[in-house]
């Protein structure tokens, strides 16, 4: 059964485009200082960033060339990959180079962002091992999800070619040199598909592959119960938190005010503040222990998708909230996904006339 089919397709959906929103989102609201952030201009300088790198041995491209040209063109790459991952267009390529982008820019400089960009960077990975193109995608949509053959060869040369492929430091080519397997497990499916579409060679393929996604799901969902676990433990042993007043510091911070009036409201009373503290560590705490009981899972699961909607709007974090969101959704019941998504495709049917 573990190989038989590729479980949770819908919930795979649902990650792969509520992580290529996300990351699409904050691509586009940063664009005006990426430059500040990823850039020639970042106070984290590019000396600083190759030290940093030769000590963690964490990959980027950008470090391949150093430069506003290169720095663009990766910069842009990566808008266009998560576009086409979240529209599940090539999702193999897609979602390669999706994987590549997101860990270079945030490799470049590990001091930018907050929780939810360390989300983005897990799932960027496991969506990688994943099929979450067999619905709601192009790709299913031509009954396919696999890269056109001169994007793989494109992807090989660049690989080739590029200063880390083969030659290149030490640092950099030992992750450029595990590329080469998604390129070459691509290169292979699409040999098996065109020479022998029906053959054995085929089924053994197809099997491997729905055994990866469903280990890459397994692993998705156990980091989701370990963030929510490990978060709630830790504010367990807060004083903050214990006393019920956690929530009231962040209000009064100038950076997580964006409403201000609505802050002032929230924390009027030492009631609300209260309820929402010792709520999130009930929530967070309790998730783990309700996934064997179906309808209890399913009620903390839409209080925390609330909650974090409620960190988007007051704390001004939409971004983290949406990874969150999106992290949450390997979690939704098959039968809503289902319903949600006939009445998505009956709002972009055409009424006919009577």
């Known amino acids: 059964m ?3 089919r590729a479980v949770g397709p819908y919930q795979a959906a649902v990650v792969r485009i509520g992580f290529g929103l996300a990351w699409t989102g904050f691509l586009l609201r940063e664009w005006p200082e990426r430059r500040v952030l990823y850039g020639d201009r970042s106070p984290w300088s590019d000396e600083l960033a190759a030290r940093l790198l030769a000590q963690n041995h964490a990959f980027t491209v950008l470090s391949w060339y150093h430069g506003r040209l290169w720095f663009e063109l990766v910069y842009h ?5 998560a576009v086409l991952f979240t529209l599940g267009w090539r999702t193999r390529v897609s979602g390669v180079l999706f994987l590549v982008t997101v860990v270079s820019l945030q490799n470049r400089d590990v001091f930018v962002g907050d929780g939810g960009d360390n989300v983005v960077h897990l799932m960027a990975v496991y969506l990688a091992f994943t099929r979450c193109a067999r619905v709601w995608s192009l790709d299913a949509r031509r009954a396919r999800d696999g890269g056109a053959v001169w994007l793989w060869a494109l992807l090989g040369l660049v690989l080739l070619l590029g200063p880390a ?6 640092g950099a080519a030992g992750p450029v040199r595990l590329l080469w397997v998604p390129w070459a497990v691509a290169g292979l499916w699409w040999l098996v598909n065109r020479r022998r579409p029906g053959s054995e060679w085929r089924d053994v393929l197809d099997a491997l592959a729905n055994m990866v996604h469903n280990c890459a799901m397994l692993v998705i969902a156990g980091q989701v119960v370990l963030i929510y676990a490990t978060a709630g433990w830790y504010k367990v042993q807060g004083s903050r938190w214990q006393d019920g007043t956690a929530l009231h510091y ?5 950076y997580f005010t964006p409403w201000p009036w609505l802050s002032g409201v929230l924390d009027a009373g030492l009631l609300p503040v209260f309820l929402l503290s010792y709520g999130t560590v009930i929530v967070q705490v309790a ?21 974090h909607a409620g960190i988007a709007v007051v704390l001004g974090l939409p971004f983290f909230s949406l990874a969150m969101i999106a992290a949450d959704a390997v979690f939704l019941p098959t039968p809503v996904l289902l319903r949600v998504g006939r009445r998505a495709g009956a709002l972009r049917r055409p009424r006919r006339e009577p």
């Open 2 to 4: 573990f190989t038989g």
């Open 77 to 81: 790459l990566a808008i266009v990959s």
């Open 165 to 170: 492929g083969l030659t290149g430091s030490a």
């Open 250 to 254: 962040p209000l009064h911070l100038d």
């Open 287 to 307: 998730f783990p222990f309700t996934l064997a009981n179906r309808r209890v899972k399913n009620v903390l699961l839409a209080l925390m998708m609330v909650e």
